[in-house]
């Protein structure tokens, strides 16, 4: 049996034979259990592209049987499940939750458009500087790595070591015809992890060789690798603004959020209180 392009299925698919008609608001059914629908839209957008026939056919009966697996088992459960009043409680509570998380984003996004302006990042960076402190080494720098056979191996000597415009465009237009990797990184700083890990060789105390040597070059039996360390960044040390900027972004979103959210709450409590809505039982003094 085939619904809508679908191949056929290895599962019977129960319909209702007798009684009302099901109204399937449109939908194609693929499956009943027990009044219970599964529906062909419903499962297309899981299946993954570019199955084979035979393959999207295995694919609908394992899904097909798993769900109802599922129905029968939960339906099993949900008369023979002791303490289904403390499920409901549980479920209304997750319940409201998610319907005041819902709103609460959706209020954020309509009142809180005014964007953070940058004296505003600088003014909270300052404040908690001690928040941004960096879980790795940082580095800034630049990278290159070449062949063994590479031309005028003499220059790039000298030009890896200088921060001028001149070396840095000798290197850059160098790069592009004889570079097999390049990194340019003066203006950002990069976790040392991810520059080292382009290095032949592995390091024991990373942080104390580099601190030594801002100037190194390796090579193995196909490459010779350039790198120079401009600046670094211990871990442990507080992030310089310009690396700390996403993460202030994000904790002073937050924390403006959160002192929304707490007035929001506080002038509903409030309303409340003056339209009398409120009505305490619970005496404190007995």
């Known amino acids: 049996m085939k619904k809508r392009g679908y191949p056929l299925l290895g599962l019977a698919v129960v319909l209702a034979a007798c009684g ?16 219970n629908f599964l529906y062909a839209e419903d499962v297309k957008p899981l299946m993954p592209v570019g199955l084979s026939k035979k393959d999207s056919t295995t694919f609908m009966d394992n899904y097909l049987r798993n769900w109802v697996e599922d129905r029968l088992l939960y339906e099993k459960a949900e008369s023979n499940v002791p303490d289904m009043e403390r499920i409901e409680e549980l479920v209304q509570s997750y319940r409201r939750s998610l319907i005041m998380h819902s709103y609460q984003q959706n209020l954020v996004a309509q009142e809180l458009t005014d964007e953070l302006s940058e004296a505003d990042l600088r003014d909270f960076y300052e404040k ?3 928040l941004f402190k960096t879980d790795e080494t940082l580095l800034k720098g630049l990278f290159i790595k070449v062949p063994l056979t590479a031309k ?6 000298r030009w890896y070591r200088q921060k001028d415009e001149k070396s840095i465009d000798h290197l850059e237009k160098y790069s592009l015809g004889h570079a097999a990797d390049y990194q340019y990184f003066y203006d950002r700083w990069m976790p040392a ?12 105390d990373a942080e104390s060789y580099l601190r030594r040597n801002r100037d190194v070059e390796l090579k193995d039996t196909a490459y010779y690798y350039f790198l120079h360390v ?34 929001v709450r506080t002038d509903l409590y409030q309303r409340a209180v003056d339209n009398d ?7 404190k003094d007995q």
């Open 20 to 35: 009302s008609p099901t109204d399937h608001r449109g939908k194609t059914p693929l499956v009943e259990v027990d009044g």
């Open 128 to 130: 908690n500087r001690t």
């Open 152 to 157: 005028d191996l003499s220059r790039i000597r």
């Open 193 to 204: 992890s991810a520059i080292l890990g382009k290095l032949p060789q592995k390091f024991k």
């Open 230 to 263: 401009d600046e670094l960044l211990q871990r442990g040390e507080v992030k310089p603004f310009e690396a700390a900027r996403d993460e202030v972004k994000s904790a002073l979103g937050t924390l403006r959020q959160a002192d929304f959210m707490r007035k």
């Open 277 to 283: 809505e409120i009505k305490y039982y619970y005496n």
